[in-house]
């Protein structure tokens, strides 16, 4: 059974104080690990896609980095409207299950002025 | 939000009672999928679509049923509504292999 942890739960930052949220998971056969940013009454919008153990990608202040047990969504210098509910997700198994994902609980985060 | 809208946004029954929640795409994606989400669970997968009349179960798919009569269109039917099953349900789609994107969601209450 696919699992992801998220850790921490939730996190507060003042402006400006870089952080990394962590990403554990365990998977047969991982296709794609995804981070998605979810705001208050609204639907998870995609960030990242990572496929491979060293893989990179940015986007503005964040950066997700992938090992083969973890990821890491790094924030550099924080602005609050980066506050938002931070999901990752993984995608496994052949192409009969389509994309189906499997998400962790999420790490809400709090940036303060 | 990718051309998702669901309907209603929100939504308040008794136990007991049907209940039909509507996901309809502008894309042409043949898969689509619908979730559930709860404190403490996170996103957990209901049922998915690869194509008009094919469908299969997700994780939590007891008490709920859904049917895809168009490419469009994914119904998500709680045959009887349980007070377990209020939770904000979401409705994704998105070509195999490559990212969901989700609706914006019903929130459902049964009380």
């Known amino acids: 059974e696919d699992q992801v942890t998220q850790s921490p739960e939730a996190l507060r930052l003042q402006e400006g104080e870089s952080s990394s949220l962590n990403c554990s998971y365990t998977v047969s056969g991982l296709r794609g690990l995804f981070w998605y940013r979810q705001d208050p009454g609204k639907g998870p919008e995609f960030l990242f896609t990572l496929y491979s153990a060293g893989e990179e990608k940015e986007k503005e202040r964040l950066k997700a980095t992938l090992t083969k047990k973890e990821s890491f969504l790094h924030i550099t210098a924080p602005k609050p409207e980066d506050s938002a509910t931070y999901l990752c997700?993984?995608?496994?198994?052949?192409?009969?299950?389509?994309?189906?994902?499997?998400f962790g609980e999420g790490t809400q985060l709090t940036v303060n002025p | 939000d990718a051309g998702i809208t669901q309907s209603p946004r929100h939504k308040v029954t008794e136990t007991g009672t049907p209940v039909t929640l509507r996901c309809h795409q502008t894309?042409?994606?043949?898969?689509m999928y619908w979730y559930r989400q709860d404190p403490g669970h996170g996103l957990r997968l209901i049922h998915y679509?690869?194509?008009?009349?094919?469908?299969d179960k997700g994780e939590v798919s007891d008490g709920y049923s859904v049917s895809r009569s168009k490419t469009e269109d994914f119904l998500l039917t709680l045959e009887s509504a349980t007070s377990s099953q209020t939770s904000v349900y979401f409705c994704a789609n998105g070509p195999y292999g490559s990212p969901l994107h989700f609706g914006n969601g019903t929130r459902l209450t049964v009380t």
């Open positions: 997700a993984v995608q496994a198994g052949g192409e009969t299950s389509g994309s189906r994902l499997t």
């Open positions: 679509s690869y194509g008009v009349k094919d469908t």
């Open positions: 894309e042409n994606h043949r898969y």
